[in-house]
């Protein structure tokens, strides 16, 4: 028998730490997904984790089924749970008619049921946006949080507590005096970003994407496992009450919605009372206006009848009450024909394929064509030319094919291919080695992304050159008037004047813009280069950290490398860039046409920087700044300007119509200043 040898000291050790690990790794994992009562950070969970799958891997023997590194963490439930509704979910009625006809005529419908003469006063409303996620019932006894349901058939939902855990938004206990039993509904909702995010995430890693954020946020909400949650962001928003008992509820819809804010729920706070049929009217039009630039997708906006008295007299029509209607905007989402598939260069390269499709009216505007991404992703939803196609356009992104509709093609269609060669300038077309992206290799030879060039080094966040759009770059490559970026500096009246569609007026105001764009910052000069992976704020972080143009192109990779938030691939973009002699002298070219960056505040800086190491997050409009305005302002000044709310975040410059930004400082209690106050910091 071969002898065993007994453990040495060190391994009785470890075998002794990976126990306590277990046990202190159970007890945690306890108290956050079973008690709610989480009393360890994540990161330190995470460490210990760490600590104890280092010490497994190392030593095998030591591992145990039971461990906590072996099993998924979070509740994964066999099923979701039915949930009986005390109070049933009701749905409203819609108005289909999406233009003003829609207010118009539910006014009139409540009057007429309210027995209300010509003569008598309008009515109040509260008028509310109509947010496009699933309706949660949230169930609060003495102020905590104790169920989450979704709405089911109304009469019973499903329990999804664990995955409305992972939604910070959503307080688990509630602020000031909250009584024995309050239930609050609302919608369950994925911001834009946070959709986009995702799919882009899974998109480069050649993943099944989403349709929209309300079919995430739905998907999402439903998953056994609160894992899967945690890293799909969702959010939530506050709108009426379930069961109740033990508070006396306020008088109007608005004073509800006041008060569930100020037990710290979110509300929106785009909302209003609204008086009869023009203040309906008015604010079905400012949302509908509104509606591109909201952080999140809306299908239209709810009218209540703010006074409860009066609710209680209209009381319900079978299922739903006569005192509320949905009143919607055009959907985001709509069938159309694909025609035909073309391929566009983008301004590094990039091959997309794109859908021209049977012009349809989607998300308030004609739309006629889509991305559709890469040949992988298209592959994987089927699509072909002729199919029946879904088209999703909301907010300001790029309008885009979602998926085919179902249904038999009427012949065999071959599958789309993307070409070998760059559609512009017939140069290779190559795909890196298990990568997703089509590039032309022709580079700046490629008159298509000399154009992306030019139009991103005129834009306005770039070099911003008034009046140099897509169609004038367009004339001026294809004529071949202009080869390169310096070669802009080099038109004059004359030849601008010659051109197709050209007044003198205009060409001279081209001319001047030009003149104006010479003195640009420095970061805005680097911006306008396009050099991969230099986006504004990179731009700005190394044009602060360097000074001069002449110590950035100089720059060894270590020497970028010390910049604040420079990682190796950035890093290596920039080095490589200004190693080409192509792009030096593209720069010296420019230098010498009398562009002249202005040197930038470098280390040497002795100006004050009041908000260093402040980050700021700006909504709403602002009275007298413009949102680019501002976050210069704040940058020069060393601050930070980042797109969303978290602890981390010193001030919320709010301003008119700001949104869930605002609500969620307030949750968080983040300081919330008004651009008075800023410009008190900043002086
Ligand atoms: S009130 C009895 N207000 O739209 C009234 N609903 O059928 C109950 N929704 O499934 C609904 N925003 O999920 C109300 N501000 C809002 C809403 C809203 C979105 C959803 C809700 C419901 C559907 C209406």
């Known amino acids: 028998m071969a002898p065993t040898s007994s453990p040495t000291p060190e391994e009785t050790q470890l075998a002794e730490r990976a126990a306590a690990l277990r046990a202190q790794l159970n007890h945690h994992a306890h108290l956050y997904y079973v008690l709610d009562a989480p009393a360890l950070p994540d990161a330190e969970y995470d460490k210990l984790f760490q600590e104890l799958q280092a010490i497994e891997a190392a030593h095998p023997a030591l591992l145990t089924p039971d461990s906590p590194t072996q099993r998924v963490i979070g509740a994964v439930l ?54 496009d996620g699933l309706a949660i019932n949230l169930r609060y006894e003495n102020g905590k949080l104790v169920q989450a ?34 239930e609050v509904r609302g919608e369950v909702y994925m911001r834009r970003d946070a959709f986009e995010a995702l799919n882009e995430r899974l998109r480069s890693k050649g993943e099944k994407t989403f349709v929209n954020p309300r079919n995430t946020a739905a998907g999402t909400i439903r998953q056994l496992d609160s894992r899967q949650a945690r890293d799909k962001p969702l959010s939530f928003y506050a709108y009426g009450l379930g069961d109740v008992q033990g508070w006396a509820l306020p008088a109007t819809q608005s004073g509800l919605l006041d008060a569930l804010a100020a037990f710290g729920l979110p509300v929106n706070e785009m909302r209003t009372v609204a008086s009869g049929t023009a203040g309906l009217v008015a604010f079905h039009q400012r949302v509908a206006e509104a509606r591109d630039g909201l952080p999140f997708d809306i299908d239209g906006v ?29 959907a985001q989402e709509q069938v159309t024909t694909l025609l035909s ?103 700046v030879f490629c008159p298509a992304q000399r154009k992306q060039a030019m139009l991103h080094f005129a834009g306005r966040r770039a070099m911003d050159i008034e009046g140099l759009g897509d169609k004038l770059v367009e004339q001026l490559v294809d004529a071949g008037i202009v080869q390169s970026l310096p070669g802009l500096y080099k038109l004059g009246v004359a030849k601008l004047a010659a051109l197709d569609r050209m007044a003198e007026k205009s060409a001279q105001n081209i001319v001047d813009a030009l003149e104006k764009s010479k003195a640009p910052t420095l970061a805005r000069f680097l911006f306008s280069l396009g050099i991969r992976q230099i986006g504004e704020t990179t731009a700005k972080d190394l044009a602060r950290h360097f000074g001069t143009l002449d110590k950035l192109m100089k720059a060894s990779v270590e020497q970028l490398l010390e910049v604040p938030d420079v990682g190796p691939i950035v890093a290596a973009s920039v080095h ?15 230098l010498a046409a009398g562009v002249q960056p202005k040197e930038s505040a470098g280390e040497a800086d002795d100006r004050p920087r009041p908000l260093l190491g402040k980050t700021l997050v700006l909504t709403g409009t602002l009275p007298t700044w413009s949102r680019d305005e501002a976050k210069d302002a704040i ?37 919330v200043i008004d651009e008075a106050a800023l410009r008190a910091l900043l002086a």
Request: proline share 7%; aromatic share 6%.
């Open 635 to 671: 940058e020069a000044a060393g601050g930070k300007v980042s797109s969303s709310v978290s602890k981390k975040t010193h001030y919320v410059v709010a301003g008119e119509e700001a949104g869930s930004k605002l609500d969620k400082a307030r949750e968080l209690g983040v300081e």
């Open 576 to 590: 490589t860039f200004f190693a080409q002699p192509h792009n030096r002298e593209v720069v010296e070219q420019l």
């Open 78 to 131: 066999p099923d979701l749970i039915p949930v009986h509704h005390v109070v049933p979910m009701l749905s409203i009625t819609t108005e289909t008619d999406t233009t003003e006809g829609g207010a118009i005529a539910f006014d009139a419908r409540v009057r007429r049921e309210l027995g209300l003469k010509e003569g008598d006063p309008p009515v109040d409303y509260n008028a509310e946006l109509k947010f």
């Open 341 to 443: 598939i073309d391929v566009q260069v983008g301004r590094t390269g990039k091959l997309t394929p794109v859908a021209r499709l049977d012009p349809v009216f989607v998300g308030g505007t004609t739309v006629s064509n889509a991305t559709l991404h890469n040949i992988f992703e298209m592959r994987r939803k089927g699509v072909r030319v002729g199919d029946k196609v879904i088209i999703r356009r909301a907010g300001d992104v790029i309008p885009e094919v979602v998926g085919r509709v179902p249904g038999a093609r009427a012949g065999y269609v071959p599958n789309f291919r993307m070409p070998r060669a760059c559609p512009i300038c017939k140069s290779e077309a190559t795909r890196e080695k298990g990568g997703i992206e089509y590039r032309c290799t022709g580079g």
């Open 149 to 182: 349901a979704t709405r089911g058939d109304g009469e019973t939902g499903e329990d999804v507590t664990h995955n409305v855990r992972t939604i910070g938004e959503i307080p688990r206990r509630l602020k000031g005096d909250a009584p024995p039993v309050l």
């Open 302 to 330: 709810v009218y209540k009848v703010n006074s409860r008295e009066l609710q209680q007299t209209l009381g319900f029509k079978t299922r739903e009450p006569r005192w509320a209607v949905a009143h919607k905007y055009p």
